[in-house]
Each structure stands twice: as C-alpha cells, then as structure tokens.
C-alpha cells in the first residue's frame, strides 16, 4: 500500500484529526541515510509528524521543519514538509546502536536526549517564517509535539507515532495521528478523546492492523463519528536541483571557489536529504567563480 495522509473532523464540530502510513518514505529515508534501528525510528516519526503538520498549511510554497536537538547521541533530527505533506529529513548520526528499554521497544527517547529543545518552523511565503520553540518533554517525539502544541499554540493535542522495525532492519509498518480539539469544544470531548486514544493502544500495534491511515484514525477515536474529509498521497521527496547547489557553490564566496580550482579538478556535492551527487567540472567552477565575482 502507498503512503497516504488523511484528514478528517468529528460529526460535533469538536475533533479535527489526521493521520498517516509513512512505511514507503520511512524506508526510503532509511536505505539513503543508511540508518540503524533506533535512528530509523526517531527519523521516521519525526518524518510523519512534520508530513501530517505541513499537510495542513494550504499556501503553495509553504513549509514546515521540526529540529529536535536533544543532547542525545542522534544529535539533531530533522524533517521537513511541503505543503502536500511530502517530507525529507535527516539525522547527525544514523548509526547510533543503543540497548532495548526495559519493555523491550526501541530507545528513541536516550537516543534523542531529554534534554533540549524542539523548535518548530511555518515558512508561509511571508517576509519572515513563524518559529516556535519548546523544551522536550522526554525525546519520544511525540509527546514533544503534543507539548509544543500546548505550549506554543494553546491547542489541546494528541499525537501518536510508531515506526516498526523488522528483523533485516526494514521498515515494516509506520504513520501516526495527530488529534486536535477545536474551539468551544467542552470539558467531557477532552475526556472522550483521551479515553479514545488510550483504549487503542500503542501506535505500531493499530499500525499493523490498520494500514490504512483512514482506518487507522476511526481507531484512535472510536468514540467519534468521524467525516473523512480529504485523502492524499504521500512520499519522500527533496527539493535539491543542481540549479540550488550551483547557488550554494557559488555562495561561497571568490577565494574559496579559487581554492576548489586551484587544488582540485572539479568539485562534487552531494544532498543532506538525498543520494543525489552533483560533479562539477573546473571549466563550471571558472564559470561560478565569475558569477562570484560580480
């Protein structure tokens, strides 16, 4: 089944949700970054977070990162979404190994670190880009997101992510929700949801069962009548273009571009979020060495 995202609101008016299978992108982010389990697992949910949050953004063009940088040895996870919900990330260290937690599931949260920050980033093709940050909560990803919400947005929030790793390291299931009360939504909707989410158990669990991210959410709120209202593919996709590392070469400045000419026969870039590799021979590096200079 492909990655798809879904967007649904609750028959009251008070519930808006939307959750998503990341399985595809998940181990595409995976085979590009080379990642160990553990890594795989805080990429992948951060990957499904930010896809469900840019979904939401309606403006071409928009954007939306999420930086975890929780002292942890992961370093810094990032991920990135469009505002179709397609995502690219990155890790520091994609080859972190660290023991099972006592209950015998990944160790997201030591490898991330608890303490630290979660900065979020709304790009909307204005002069300046929103920016939130927040301390984590535990590094687990998704209850930093929840908390953000709480902190930054004042918006009453309930997020799930699971990403499950197979025995060959393989991504077998991952996705998650994201569940929002709306304004004027009373005390007894906060209850209902929270029971709702709580009685469908953990998230890699309904993940196997309910592949479908629309089957997925009349899950993790069964109490609800839910209107589905949109569903969309989803994908792992990066921005790069050799137009945009011509850009970032020719950034560096004159005398560093000299350097490159002078001790190098060309130069190669590769992406942060992809295996895409650029060469660029020295007669182009003399041509952006121009362009430099003016």
Not at 42 to 67: H, I
Not at 104 to 123: F, Q, S, W
Not at 184 to 205: F, H, M, Q, W
């Amino acid at each position: 089944m492909s990655d798809q995202i879904v967007r649904a609101i609750s028959a009251d008016g008070y519930v808006k949700a939307a959750a998503v299978s990341t399985r595809v992108l998940t181990e595409r982010a995976r085979t590009i970054h080379r990642t160990l389990p553990v890594a795989t697992a805080a990429l992948g949910r951060a990957l499904a977070a930010a896809s469900m949050m840019g979904n939401a953004l309606k403006d071409d063009g928009a954007s939306v990162t999420l930086q975890f940088r929780g002292g942890g040895p992961l370093g810094t996870v990032l991920a990135v979404s469009d505002n179709a919900g397609n995502v690219r990330g990155t890790v520091d260290d994609p080859s972190v190994e660290l023991p099972l937690r006592p209950d015998g599931k990944l160790d997201v949260g030591g490898a991330v670190g608890h303490e630290g920050t979660l900065t979020v980033i709304r790009d909307l093709n204005m002069k300046e880009p929103y920016v939130g940050t927040v301390g984590l909560m535990g590094g687990e990803i998704a209850e930093d997101l929840a908390a953000y919400f709480v902190e930054s947005e004042q918006i009453p929030t309930a997020c799930g992510l699971g990403v499950l790793v197979d025995r060959d390291q393989s991504v077998k299931c991952a996705g998650g929700y994201l569940i929002q009360l709306l304004p004027g939504a009373p005390e007894d909707v906060i209850a209902k949801v929270e029971g709702s989410v709580l009685a469908a158990g953990a998230v890699t669990e309904l993940l196997e069962k309910h592949p479908d991210p629309a089957d997925l959410l009349r899950a993790a709120l069964s109490d609800f009548e839910l209107e589905i209202l949109e569903k969309s593919p989803v994908e792992y996709r990066c921005t790069c273009s050799r137009e945009r590392m011509e850009r970032a070469l020719i950034s560096l400045g004159a005398a560093e571009l000299r350097r490159l000419i002078d001790e190098q026969e060309g130069a190669e870039l590769t992406c942060r979020f992809c295996d895409r590799v650029q060469r660029f021979t020295r007669p182009e590096l003399e041509t952006l060495l121009a362009a430099a200079k003016h």
